[in-house]
């Protein structure tokens, strides 16, 4: 068997079409959506994903500003930034990068954006929304693998979905995702982490196997049932001293022997990650909707 490779280039670049329709309405209305990214410090990769998601936003015809804050920064001035960001009207989405330097608590951070705002949907309302099924900002990775299974005509109703990994950003609310009584979900749900036993053996039982822990080509051809869907959420950079930038993306699953196990893959690049961004547009017309339908 060769799986089928499931192109989440091509699906983002839908979905942030629709996007961009969406901004023409809100357009229309009096109003242009925008997206303030907060990055602390000067991680390669977390600049990287700033960049994406702020040339993801051009496309679309999001303004986004970009408010760059040096390693050291205190907690009390992000915090300050993040208050100030709360109360701007022209502002309908605060994305703060993770990870934050280890002297600031994250949880604090995350938990001072205005729910109405966090197009992450990382805070705790909005999060709490999720689980009980309501409308909420779902975190963009998640609801891109969600997506990701839809477009491609994958059914997810009645599929024992495994995930390996329980990270806040992925596991959890991709779990709470796919249990829900909704479209696109009604799956039967298992967390795999580090402490998890027979971790191979439970994986082999997944109709849908998703892998989010961060570790290069983990998930092997024997941790996969014959026929299953392999979902790659890692993005892992290498060493590659023959490549240009003198490292290479690579995810967690081991590609090409999984491929002929699999039905059907998500490459690394070029699979999950083009997904989140595009989610991230999703949210924030979103939340200019929403701003925009409170004040009228
Ligand atoms: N770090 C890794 N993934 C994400 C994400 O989806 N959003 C933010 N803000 N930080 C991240």
Redesign the pocket.
Known sequence: MTAKIIDGKAIAAQIREEAKNEVEALKDRGVTPCLAAVLVGDVAASKV?VKNKRQACEKVGITSVLRALAADVSEPELLKLIDELNNDPAVHGI?????LPKHIDETKVIEAIDPSKDV?GFHPFNVGRLVIGLDTFR???PAGVQQLLLRSGIEVAGKHVVIIGRSN?VGKPLANIVVQKQKGANATVTICHSRTKNLNEICRQADILISALGQPAFVKPDMVKPGAVVIDVGINRIDCPSSDKGYKLVGDVDFEPVSKVASAITPVPGGVGPM?VAMLMVNTVKAARMALDRAS
């Open positions: 994903y994305l703060v990068q993770l990870p992450d975190s963009c990775t950003i989140t």
